[in-house]
């Protein structure tokens, strides 16, 4: 602890429980060090006063052989400097390295030009925000070059390197914005890199996690299936501009008549597209494989609901059909 009270204005303040296990052994080595330089310097100065040639000294002094003992404490005072700098540190350097059990999993995504937070629901934000009192256990990849991830209030400085997953976790034990940097100098990434940790209460936190969990919030029900075709996989199979994936095009589907595998002619109304959605293979659209995964479970009614209000936008009868089934 010595003069880390006074000294640890050089650096920002304590926001995680890292910080601690750096500053203090940083200024404790500082310290010693800095002791150890005086008293050399010192001894070096002393010396060469007391033991320079004076008038009428001979040439040579004779030789004096060694002094065993000083030797000794001299080696001695050396290692065990070393062996106290590397026990101050070594705490520190074993809790940074193991991130602790139940620590929330964020995935960090560098790319010239912007960091992606990617938290365990899939929310994707470019803020890292954060519980406090709550670890956070970061995996970290680079979309392009090699990165540095840098949070100067957490004691957090991790590479990035391309093909390579890294890893990070830190705990805040303040409410706050702290600053993250590229750690990397580079023209291109030194400003539009820069962003920050958010921590927040766990009530504040908590708001934040259920506002962005809820899709519905903030959208149509038209924009919610938009992003919920984006999101869930139905682009790979359903185009939006009448080609022919691996699935029927989304573009006019609703309201209009399809032939099925079994040659009756359903209508794509509310009742069929939500039973397609849930139970594919039940009714197949003919000249389509029944390979579409049924969505029983993973979509609710509401969600179902949206991608039909999706759907309708982009038939020509779904307006049409939208208001009769107002
Ligand atoms: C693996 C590819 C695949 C995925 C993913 C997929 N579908 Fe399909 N879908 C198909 C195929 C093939 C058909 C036609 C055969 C059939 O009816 O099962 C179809 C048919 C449909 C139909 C009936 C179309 C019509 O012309 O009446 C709807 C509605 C539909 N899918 C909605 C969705 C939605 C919504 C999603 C995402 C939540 C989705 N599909 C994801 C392959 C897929």
Same mark, same amino acid.
């Given at each position: ?8 204005a ?22 010693? *060090? ?7 310097? !010192? ?25 065993k003992?000083? #030797? ?20 520190g ?6 991130? %602790? ?12 030009g ?8 899939? /929310?994707?934000t470019? /803020?890292?925000?954060?519980e406090?009192?709550? %670890?956070?256990?970061l995996?970290?990849t ?7 991830? *840098? ?14 997953t ?9 409410? !706050?914005?702290? %600053? ?12 539009? #890199? ?23 919030? !903030?959208?149509?029900?038209a924009?919610v ?7 869930? !996989? ?9 080609? /022919? ?20 002619t359903? /209508? ?42 999706? #759907? ?15």
């Open positions: 602890m010595i003069g880390s009270a006074n000294l640890s050089w650096f920002p303040e304590w926001a995680s429980t890292h910080a601690p296990d750096v500053d203090v052994p940083f200024f404790d080595i500082y310290v010693v *060090s800095a002791c150890a330089l005086v008293v050399t310097v !010192g001894l070096a100065v002393v010396f060469l006063r007391t033991y320079r040639r004076q008038d009428g000294d001979p040439d040579r002094m004779p030789a004096q052989g060694n002094n003992l000083l #030797l000794g404490v001299w080696v001695l005072a050396a290692v065990s400097l070393g062996v106290y700098a590397f026990q101050l540190g070594l705490a350097y074993v809790a940074q390295d193991v991130a %602790p059990y139940g620590a929330t999993e964020i995935g960090v995504t560098a790319r010239e912007r960091w992606d937070f990617t938290y365990p629901d899939g /929310t994707v470019d /803020t890292l925000r954060v406090v009192g709550q %670890p956070v256990h995996t970290l680079t979309a392009d070059v090699a990165q540095n991830l *840098s949070i100067p209030a957490m004691r957090v400085q991790q590479p990035i390197l391309p093909g390579r890294t890893e990070a976790w830190f705990e805040t034990i303040a409410v !706050g914005s702290f %600053p993250i940097h590229s750690g990397t100098f580079s023209a291109l990434t030194q400003d539009s #890199l820069a962003t920050a940790v958010i921590s927040l209460s766990t009530a504040d936190y908590d708001a934040w996690v259920a506002a962005v969990g809820d899709i519905f919030a !903030g959208r149509t029900m924009e299936g938009e992003l919920l075709y984006n999101q869930q !996989g139905c682009k790979a199979c359903h185009s939006l501009d009448g080609a /022919t994936v691996v699935g029927p095009s989304f573009k006019n589907v609703y309201g209009f008549e399809f032939l099925t595998t079994s040659g009756e359903i /209508t794509a109304d509310d009742a069929y597209i939500k039973e397609s959605i849930l139970t594919p293979n039940v009714s197949v659209i003919d000249g389509f494989q029944p390979v579409m995964t049924p969505y029983a479970g993973k979509l609710d009614d509401r969600e179902i609901e949206a991608i039909i209000e999706f #759907l309708k936008t982009l038939s020509e009868r779904g307006h049409a059909a939208g208001q009769e089934g107002k």
